[in-house]
């Protein structure tokens, strides 16, 4: 097997810078430590057992990052080539940079305004694998009595099970392992680790797209702890047409809560909005833009109406 040294050197330095970064951001949880190392290892290992599969074909260039971008584009023209949604994470492999922010309505006529939604860097190592590095989202209430504060990070990893773009069949199927790490601020934080196993796929029929995902959060408890965040299962479903550079679309947010806090509660949201891209700023990258609107239609969901704002970077 043909061997890359530039490649192996530079995806070393570039590993060991990243969980430098994670070791300061979770030094007050050591735990999470074994967290951010499982995720960066399990999403690198297949790209160095095959040296990323990059050849000289894949990229007019020689050096590290010609052939990383490469190996990039040659994966995503293998996947349908949609918008992203809102809120439904989409099977698509993306690498980009994300920040989204939302005003919940509370109880009491209070609002939360999450900066960041804990998204955060997302990037393709290898083919057929991305892993997302969520940023703490910064969570700011309009009630005195609610302390603001960072929340907790989230990690995902995706691998892509099978894929053919718009000439091919216009299909996805993906499985995700998220991971949320309690490192927020004592009234931000759930106070315990959360894994999150997820299916996810999506078809497309000319300029109309269906994606969707069903995902298990398994809290380390068990959910047994009738004060914590218990087990939730999500089922979200984007609906999306194109229209030139203008993507309108319609989810269906759906959550139930078997037990925890929530036990036996369910929450269904309807969100309707505006994709807007992939503008060209340079090179390979780009910008999209997005406005969505949370309508909660079951009684007594977690928070009221829910206004969305993303912005994506991809590169």
């Known amino acids: 097997m043909k061997q890359h040294p530039l490649l192996d050197q530079t995806l070393k330095h570039t590993t060991t810078a990243i969980g430098s970064f994670a070791f300061r951001a979770t030094r007050k949880r050591p735990g999470a430590r074994a967290v951010v190392a499982l995720l960066l290892l399990t999403a690198l290992a297949p790209g160095r057992a095959q040296n990323m599969t990059i050849t000289n074909d894949s990229s007019s260039g020689n050096d590290f990052f010609s052939k990383w971008f490469g190996m990039v584009a040659k994966?995503?023209?293998?996947?349908?080539?949609?918008?992203?949604?809102?809120?439904t994470v989409?099977?698509?492999?993306?690498?980009?940079?994300?920040?989204?922010?939302?005003?919940?309505?509370?109880?009491?006529?209070?609002?939360?305004?999450?900066?960041?939604?804990g998204k955060g860097l997302e990037l393709i190592p290898c083919e057929n694998v991305e892993m997302i590095l969520g940023v703490p989202a910064w969570q700011a209430h309009k009630n005195p009595k609610d302390q603001?504060?960072?929340?907790?990070?989230?990690?995902?990893?995706?691998?892509?099970?099978?894929?053919?773009?718009?000439?091919?069949?216009?299909?996805?199927?993906?499985?995700?392992?998220?991971?949320t790490v309690p490192t927020g601020g004592e009234?931000?934080?759930?106070?315990?680790?959360?894994?999150?196993?997820?299916?996810?796929?999506?078809?497309?029929?000319?300029?109309?797209?269906?994606?969707?995902?069903?995902?298990?959060?398994?809290?380390?408890?068990?959910?047994?702890?009738?004060?914590?965040p218990g087990t939730s299962i999500a089922l979200n479903t984007a609906f999306q047409y194109k229209l030139g550079v203008v993507w309108p679309e319609v989810e269906a947010n759906y959550t139930y809560y078997p037990d925890g806090e929530h036990e036996g509660k369910e929450q269904l949201f309807i969100t309707p909005g505006l994709l807007f891209g992939k503008f060209p700023i340079w090179k390979r990258l780009g910008m999209s833009v997005g406005l969505g609107y949370q309508v909660a239609v079951t009684s007594k969901p977690l928070y009221g109406n829910n206004f969305l704002l993303t912005v994506r970077f991809p590169f």
Request: charged share 15%; no cysteine; net charge negative.
């Open 90 to 117: 989409t099977p698509r492999l993306e690498q980009e940079f994300r920040y989204d922010q939302s005003i919940q309505s509370t109880a009491g006529g209070n609002t939360l305004t999450s900066y960041g939604g």
């Open 75 to 87: 994966t995503q023209a293998e996947q349908p080539h949609w918008m992203t949604p809102i809120v």
């Open 148 to 179: 603001d504060g960072f929340a907790d990070d989230n990690f995902l990893l995706k691998y892509r099970l099978a894929s053919a773009n718009e000439s091919n069949g216009n299909y996805i199927l993906t499985a995700f392992l998220g991971a």
């Open 187 to 228: 009234a931000n934080t759930k106070n315990r680790y959360t894994f999150t196993p997820t299916i996810a796929g999506g078809k497309g029929w000319g300029n109309f797209d269906i994606q969707s995902t069903l995902g298990v959060s398994l809290p380390t408890d068990h959910g047994t702890d009738p004060t914590g």
